[in-house]
C-alpha cells in the first residue's frame, strides 16, 4: 500500500489528537493530579491583592518621605516626619533570595522616626525588604531590594 503525502500528514494530525485526549483524559482522571483551583478562597485573595495594591498606592504617594537606604551602620529605615512614631504599627521584612535562614521579621515599635536596623544583624548581599505598616487607619507597603 503506497501512501502519499496527503494521507501521512492526516495520519499525523490523528495521532497527535490522540495523544493530547490520552493527556488530557489522564490528568482529569487520576486523583493524584490535582487540577483544581490553586486555592478555595480565590476572591478574598482577590480583595487582599486589591488592598495591597492600595497600600502600594499609599506608599507611592509619600514620595521621599518614606525612606530606605544603607550606611556603614546597616539598613536606615525614615518615616515621613509629620508622622507620629507611636501610631505606627506594622512589620519590615527582610528577605535574603539566596538563603532563607537569614529571613527576618520585625515589628514596628518606634520612639522616633527613624530605624536602624544594624549591620551586625545582616550578612552582605542582596536583600529584599518589605515595610507594610498602618497609620491612622490607612496601610502602606513599600519593596525595595538593596545590597550590602
Given at each position: 500500500m503506497k501512501i502519499n503525502w496527503g494521507t501521512g500528514i492526516v495520519i499525523g494530525m490523528v495521532l497527535f489528537?490522540?495523544?493530547i485526549l490520552q493527556y488530557v483524559l489522564r490528568v482529569q482522571l487520576d486523583p493524584k493530579l490535582d487540577n483544581e483551583?490553586?486555592?478555595e478562597s480565590y476572591y478574598q485573595k482577590e480583595q487582599e491583592i486589591n488592598y495591597n495594591r492600595e497600600k502600594l498606592e499609599n506608599a507611592y504617594e509619600l514620595g521621599n518621605e518614606l525612606q530606605i537606604t544603607t550606611s556603614v551602620q546597616g539598613i536606615e529605615i525614615l518615616f515621613p516626619l509629620h508622622f507620629n512614631p507611636d501610631e505606627i504599627k506594622g512589620t519590615i521584612s527582610l528577605y535574603r533570595p539566596s538563603n532563607q535562614k537569614f529571613d527576618q521579621t520585625i515589628h514596628?515599635?518606634?520612639q522616633s522616626n527613624f530605624l536602624l536596623i544594624p549591620r551586625s544583624k545582616l550578612v552582605d548581599g542582596s536583600w529584599n525588604i518589605t515595610?507594610?505598616?498602618v497609620y491612622n487607619n490607612k496601610g502602606y507597603l513599600k519593596t525595595q531590594t538593596l545590597n550590602l
Amino acid at each position: 500500500m503506497k501512501i502519499n503525502w496527503g494521507t501521512g500528514i492526516v495520519i499525523g494530525m490523528v495521532l497527535f489528537m490522540l495523544f493530547i485526549l490520552q493527556y488530557v483524559l489522564r490528568v482529569q482522571l487520576d486523583p493524584k493530579l490535582d487540577n483544581e483551583l490553586v486555592t478555595e478562597s480565590y476572591y478574598q485573595k482577590e480583595q487582599e491583592i486589591n488592598y495591597n495594591r492600595e497600600k502600594l498606592e499609599n506608599a507611592y504617594e509619600l514620595g521621599n518621605e518614606l525612606q530606605i537606604t544603607t550606611s556603614v551602620q546597616g539598613i536606615e529605615i525614615l518615616f515621613p516626619l509629620h508622622f507620629n512614631p507611636d501610631e505606627i504599627k506594622g512589620t519590615i521584612s527582610l528577605y535574603r533570595p539566596s538563603n532563607q535562614k537569614f529571613d527576618q521579621t520585625i515589628h514596628l515599635d518606634l520612639q522616633s522616626n527613624f530605624l536602624l536596623i544594624p549591620r551586625s544583624k545582616l550578612v552582605d548581599g542582596s536583600w529584599n525588604i518589605t515595610i507594610d505598616f498602618v497609620y491612622n487607619n490607612k496601610g502602606y507597603l513599600k519593596t525595595q531590594t538593596l545590597n550590602l
